[in-house]
């Protein structure tokens, strides 16, 4: 078997280590002898979703994000519906906020997003503090871990499900205690970097459902020993429950 | 101003610094400056601008701590009376304890009028340093991502700099890198003179690598590469406007990174050599020659203050353990380990085969940046196949096992968050005669020396 996944703007879009979930996706794959296959999508380059079984995006900083944001949206109709038949994708950070429909700045400007999720952020001004600090969600995969940090608000819409409930952290707005957004097979989240690597499970739950949609529902994956990975999980709830906020929402 | 009031402030910083010292609680290094600055928010400002040879922000990702200790140095030998601020009082409350150190309890500086300032100073201290120090010179060695939880983004410290710039003295010497476009971007609009410093051999050229800073010139064209040395880093042009990598003036061929040193050939200078190595640390002195330059030094005093430089705390620190030889090197971000990484795979490259034995120890406490992602940045897969053991400890430790799992390196020999448990490990795991690469986070620096201090292998004080 074989996976080829969709980076989108690598070399842009990489502001938090989320080169992360790229290694943790390849060692996963090879592990099993899965092959992995890696699609650079720049500024510009030619990109079919069909030609793919996973979509990856990650956060940049903001004079980059508007970069790219006009590139995305050109992409957007064959993502969506992409995403719409069933595409898994992950979309971290920056690039969760522009898979939403917009990106609202304190000034009132807009960066258009490719409406992926039924969202949108609003950034509540250079007076408002960051969301910064470690995460820890209930999900439908249970638990996960990671690290937040990021000005914008975002706000779904009333059908739209979230990723995962905030048990430590901020979440989506720090209010509504949603983190993330879920669409069929796509997660947006912003907790960023080094997500997948100690999230095994859902690194696992992704790769799966992209084999599945691909060869057959009766795909499944060889269990690999994650000793390493889940005490790095643990650790990192351990962490974020001694110090990070408690939920509100 | 109220020499009264000033003198009052400097007697209460003095007090507050005595105090401290009784206590044991640092050396007396920021607190004083901290009580100064609330009596007299003016003393930075009068002390400072007192200094009459010559007052010298050095600032930058990395390397300004080297940088400075390098420029001290030859300050020193050359005998020129100067004062500055030690490592880890490089914000303004540390510009100020450090003025206030030398002040009399009248309000000045014996000797000031030939007295060199010279400051390390945190990228986001440098714009309210610059304002109150009236630089004559400021020093920019990189600008990497860097505790992004702490710092922000890179645009937002070159946002930084350049208010620096605004409200710095028109004709201050800017002593800039050349090879990095974002620290070169600081000429623009800028009318005094300007000392470029950069590196120029061709053997330390790669194909690149790791997480690239700067991507895009302020005029939005992307950058090209004739020559790229890491990250960023190289010989650099804009492919939109005539933007380009300037001629230096101060310039490193020839390099030699050896264990114990570096040596390289530099215009006028010749042939020179200092205990330091790592391509980081031969910027960190071009960085410093174009300062003493700057300052009017003798070739001669430059040459022998590079001979003579020690290491800073932690960076380069060798310390003997058992009949091992542990070397320190601190490495605090992506870029910063990355470098240190290339510099181990340039030593194991002369040995030959799975030879080093590294030790790498994370922790995530204020000092350090709370977000461990940045280890996703760093390209541990470089030495993967000449790691023969590795420990891993700091409060992270297990996301660091996680990381060097997925780059291949061996099984660690520990994942561990005490230092204790670190160090049993590594002597369990080697033999007299070994030698370990260590490589901590500054706090995680810092608790490792303490253990090493409390099994009588290094002496606790700060240095
Ligand atoms: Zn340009």
């Given at each position: 078997m074989e996976l080829r996944v969709a980076h989108l703007y690598p070399d842009v879009m990489n502001i938090y280590g989320d080169r992360g979930n790229v290694i943790a996706l390849r060692y996963r794959c090879e592990a099993r002898d899965i092959r992995f296959h890696l699609g650079q999508v720049n500024i510009g380059n030619p990109f079919n979703p069909a030609e793919f079984d996973l979509v990856l995006i990650g956060g940049g900083q903001d004079r980059e994000q508007r970069r790219i944001a006009g590139d995305l949206v050109g992409r957007g109709p064959a993502i969506r519906e992409a995403i719409g038949h069933g595409l898994p994708a992950l979309a971290v950070c920056g690039g969760f906020q522009l898979f939403g429909h917009r990106y609202v700045d304190h000034d009132g400007s807009i960066i258009p997003g490719i409406g992926v999720f039924d969202l949108e952020t609003r950034h509540p001004g250079p007076?408002?503090?960051?969301?910064?600090?470690?995460?820890?969600?209930?999900?439908?995969?249970?638990?996960?871990?990671?690290?937040?940090?990021?000005?914008?608000?975002?706000?779904?819409?009333?059908?739209?499900?979230?990723?995962?409930?905030?048990?430590?952290?901020?979440?989506?707005?720090?209010?509504?205690?949603?983190?993330?957004?879920?669409?069929?097979?796509?997660i947006g989240t912003y907790l960023h970097g080094s997500l997948l690597p100690k999230n095994p499970r859902l690194a696992d739950e992704l790769i799966l459902a992209a084999l599945r949609r691909r060869y057959g529902p009766e795909v499944d994956l060889a269990p690999l020993d994650d000793t390493p990975e889940r005490a790095a999980n643990q650790n990192a709830a351990a962490i974020a429950i001694r110090r990070s906020r408690r939920a509100t929402g | 101003?109220?020499?009264?009031?000033?003198?009052?402030?400097?007697?209460?910083?003095?007090?507050?610094?005595?105090?401290?010292?009784?206590?044991?609680?640092?050396?007396?290094?920021?607190?004083?400056?901290?009580?100064?600055?609330?009596?007299?928010?003016?003393?930075?400002?009068?002390?400072?601008?007192?200094?009459?040879?010559?007052?010298?922000?050095?600032?930058?990702?990395n390397g300004k701590t080297t940088t400075s200790r390098i420029v001290a140095e030859v300050l020193a030998g050359a005998g020129r009376p100067f004062i500055h601020n030690r490592e880890g009082s490089n914000l303004m409350r540390g510009i100020a304890s450090t003025l206030l150190a030398r002040a009399s309890l009248s309000g000045?500086?014996?000797?000031?009028?030939?007295?060199?300032?010279?400051?390390e100073t945190d990228e986001a201290t440098l714009p309210p340093?610059?304002?109150?120090?009236?630089?004559?010179?400021?020093?920019?060695?990189?600008l990497f991502r860097d505790q992004l939880d702490r710092y922000g983004e890179v645009d937002t410290v070159a946002a930084l700099w350049r208010r620096a710039l605004e409200v710095a003295p028109r004709d201050a010497t800017l002593i800039l890198n050349a090879d990095d476009p974002s620290v070169a971007e600081m000429a623009q609009g800028w009318d005094g003179p300007v000392h470029w410093f950069g590196l120029d051999d061709e053997a330390f050229a790669t194909a690149g690598g790791g997480a690239y800073d700067a991507r895009w010139c302020g005029c939005g064209g992307d950058y090209a590469y004739e020559r790229r040395y890491f990250a960023h880093v190289g010989w650099w042009r804009c492919t939109r406007c005539a933007r380009k990598r300037e001629e230096p003036q101060t310039s490193a061929s020839a390099v030699d990174l050896g264990l114990e040193g570096a040596s390289f050939e530099v215009a006028g200078l010749g042939r020179v050599g200092m205990p330091l190595t790592g391509l980081y640390n031969v910027y960190n002195a071009l960085a410093a020659i174009g300062v003493c330059r700057?300052?009017?030094?003798?070739?001669?005093?430059?040459?022998?203050?590079?001979?003579?430089?020690?290491?800073?705390?932690?960076?380069?620190?060798?310390?003997?353990?058992?009949?091992?030889?542990?070397r320190l090197l601190l490495a605090k971000n992506p870029a910063g380990a990355n470098q240190v990484l290339l510099l181990l795979r340039t030593i194991a490259a002369k040995d030959g085969g799975a030879s080093l034995n590294v030790a790498l120890l994370l922790n995530d406490r204020f000092a350090d940046g709370r977000d461990v992602s940045w280890i996703w940045d760093v390209d541990h897969e470089?030495?993967?196949?000449?790691?023969?053991?590795?420990?891993?400890?700091?409060?992270?430790?297990?996301?660091?096992?996680?990381?060097?799992?997925?780059?291949?390196?061996?099984?660690?020999?520990?994942?561990?968050?005490?230092?204790?448990?670190?160090?049993?490990?590594?002597?369990?795991g080697t033999a007299p005669g070994d030698q370990v690469f260590v490589v901590p986070t500054y706090t995680a620096m810092l608790d490792?020396?303490?253990?090493?201090?409390?099994?009588?292998a290094v002496s606790g004080a700060m240095d």
């Open positions: 007076v408002a503090d960051r969301c910064i600090g470690d995460v820890v969600l209930e999900t439908e995969l249970g638990e996960v871990v990671g690290f937040e940090n990021h000005g914008g608000r975002t706000y779904l819409a009333l059908d739209q499900a979230p990723f995962g409930r905030v048990r430590r952290g901020f979440g989506n707005n720090a209010v509504d205690g949603f983190e993330g957004a879920r669409h069929n097979n796509a | 101003m109220n020499r009264v009031r000033l003198g009052a402030a400097v007697g209460a910083g003095k007090g507050a610094g005595l105090a401290t010292r009784l206590l044991r609680r640092g050396g007396g290094t920021a607190l004083p400056g901290l009580v100064a600055e609330r009596v007299h928010p003016q003393l930075v400002r009068d002390l400072g601008r007192s200094l009459g040879g010559g007052r010298v922000l050095i600032t930058g990702t000045r500086i014996a000797g000031a009028a030939t007295m060199v300032g010279l400051f340093a610059a304002r109150a120090l009236a630089p004559t010179a400021l020093a920019f060695t990189n700057s300052l009017g030094l003798s070739d001669e005093a430059i040459v022998a203050g590079l001979a003579r430089v020690k290491a800073a705390f932690g960076r380069q620190e060798v310390v003997e353990l058992e009949g091992r030889t542990l470089l030495i993967a196949g000449q790691v023969a053991r590795c420990w891993l400890g700091g409060d992270r430790a297990e996301d660091l096992a996680v990381r060097v799992k997925y780059a291949g390196w061996p099984v660690p020999g520990a994942v561990a968050h005490e230092p204790a448990r670190v160090v049993d490990a590594i002597l369990a490792l020396r303490a253990e090493l201090a409390r099994r009588g």
